[in-house]
């Protein structure tokens, strides 16, 4: 039983890693967008999304 609460505990960590580097993988694609190509609405969402994440609101 308690090995069994330990490998639960082990899985719950490796899930919140993965979870993690998903969002970590997703601001980095964020933030590398060149928004200079895109239309005035476009360029706004992504610069409030990228101020957001440099503000640790996301």
């Given at each position: 039983?308690?090995?069994k609460v330990e490998v639960d505990k082990e899985k719950l960590r490796v899930r919140k890693l993965e979870a993690e580097n998903r969002k970590f993988e997703a601001e980095m694609k964020i933030m590398s967008?060149?928004?200079?190509?895109?239309?005035p609405e476009q360029r706004a969402y992504y610069s409030?999304?990228?101020?957001k994440i440099l503000?640790?609101?996301i």
């Open positions: 039983m308690k090995e967008m060149d928004t200079s190509t895109m239309n409030k999304l990228q101020m503000q640790g609101d």
